[in-house]
Nanobody, 114 residues
Framework: VQLQASGGGLVQPGGSLRLSCAASGSIFSHSDMGWYRQAPGKRRELVAIISRGGSTNYVRSVKGRFTISRDNAKNTVYLQMNSLKVEDTAVYYC?????????WGQGTQVTVSS
């Protein structure tokens, strides 16, 4: 399984970005998908997760600003990020996990700065 994340970049505070993560293979619809982030000098943290059934959970700091979604027909998970703050600056990673497997994609840098 390969995960290809994209959509990162430089944005001003208050701006928006949408991250995408496309998965290869045929396991996507049977898998839970997550977005994580790691800021310099900090531990990697869970940002949002969407289950194979579509249930979602978010870290408190992004609730109401970020939305995770999935398109099983495209084997892709998205993270819509609105009202971005400087503290959202980090490398963002996607993750796919299921029964007996757990894969990470490469990171995509998100920088929020004026």
């Amino acid at each position: 399984v390969q995960l290809q994340a994209s959509g990162g970049g430089l944005v001003q505070p208050g701006g928006s970005l949408r991250l995408s993560c496309a998965a290869s293979g045929s396991i996507f619809s049977h898998s839970d998908m997550g977005w994580y982030r790691q800021a310099p000098g900090k531990r990697r943290e869970l940002v949002a997760i969407i289950s194979r059934g579509g249930s979602t959970n978010y870290v408190r700091s992004v609730k109401g600003r970020f939305t995770i979604s999935r398109d099983n027909a495209k084997n892709t998970v998205y993270l819509q990020m609105n009202s971005l703050k400087v503290e959202d600056t980090a490398v963002y990673y996607c993750r796919i996990l299921g029964d007996g497997y757990d894969y990470w994609g490469q990171g995509t840098q998100v920088t929020v700065s004026s």
